[in-house]
C-alpha cells in the first residue's frame, strides 16, 4: 500500500468518520446494515458474510463512540439471526436461538470495545505527537503541517501567508537567576497568553526554546501587524504581573509572492525578529518584502 494510499485511508477514519456528525452517521449505518443484512438473506449456508457485519459496527464506534457501536451491535445480531430464520435454517430449540444471537452480539461488541480503545489511544498519541509538552499548544511538528497546508491554500485563492515569531528577551538571564522551574513557568505564561490575545483560527506554536510561532489566516499586512502589537504589548503585561524581567522580539511577515516556499518565509520571519533583537530588542520589525 502506497504511503498516499495509507495516507488518505487515515484520514477518512480519523477525520472524515469522526465528524459525520449523529444522524449522516445513523444513516450510513442503517444503509450499511440493510445491504449486509439483504447480502445475508440471499447467500446459502455454505457461504457466510458475517464478518461484513462488522462494517456498520467499525463506522458506528468510529463515528458516534462505544455507546453507538454496542447500539450497532445490537442490531447486526438481531438483523444476523432474523436471516437466519427467514433463509430457513433449523433451530431445534428457542434456547439454541438466543444462545446464537446473544454469542454473535458479545462477538460483535467486542469488537466495538477494542476498536474504541485502540482508537482513543491512537488519538491521544497523535495528539501528543503534535502538542508541546510544557506548554500545552501546538510542537514544531505540527505547525509545520499546519503552515504547509495554510501556504497551499493561500496559493489556491490568492490570500497572503501570515507569519509571527515572537521570541522571549532576557530569557536565558531569568533561567540563571531564578532557575528553570521559574523560566518553564514564564514559557508557558508566554504561551496562553498568546493563546488568549489570537482568534480560534489562528495557530499558536513552539518552535523550541523560548521562539514561538503564531499562523495568521484570512488577513493582510495592516491586520498582521495590529495582532503582532497587541501579543507585543499583552505579554509584556503578563511579565510585568509576574514580577520577571522579560520582554519578548517580534518578527512579522505578511508574505504574497506564492512562488515563495514556506522555508523562505520562516527565515524571512525569523530574520526579522533578530532585527528585532539586534536593534534593542522589545519590538516589532516586518518584513513584507515577499
Known sequence: M???????????????????????????????????????????YEISVAILYLLPVFVATVSTGLRGGLVTSLACSASRTITDIL????????????????????????FAWLLCELHETYLEEARASRTDELTGIANRKHFYEAATLELDRCRRFGKPLNLLIVDADNFKTLNDTRGHLTGDKALQVIAQTIVKNVRSIDLVARLG???????????????????????????????????????????????????????TILHKADMAMYESKRTGKDRITEDNSC
Not at 524581567?245 to 518578527?251: D, F, N, R
Open 209 to 263: 526554546g523560548d521562539e514561538f510561532a503564531v499562523l495568521l489566516p484570512e488577513i493582510g499586512p495592516e491586520e498582521t501587524r495590529t495582532v503582532a502589537d497587541k501579543i507585543h504589548n499583552m505579554v509584556l503585561r503578563a511579565m510585568r504581573e509576574n514580577g520577571w524581567p522579560l520582554t519578548c522580539s517580534v518578527g512579522a511577515v505578511s508574505c504574497q509572492d506564492h512562488s515563495a516556499s514556506l522555508e
Open 2 to 44: 502506497s504511503s498516499r494510499t495509507r495516507r488518505l485511508l487515515r484520514e477518512a477514519i480519523l477525520v472524515k468518520l469522526p465528524n459525520l456528525g449523529k444522524c449522516r452517521s445513523v444513516l450510513l449505518c442503517i444503509l450499511m446494515l440493510g445491504v449486509v443484512g439483504y447480502l445475508d438473506y440471499l447467500t446459502t
Open 87 to 110: 433463509s430457513g435454517e433449523v433451530v431445534s430449540s428457542a434456547f439454541s436461538l438466543y444462545s446464537n444471537f446473544f454469542i454473535t452480539f458479545l462477538v460483535f461488541a467486542s
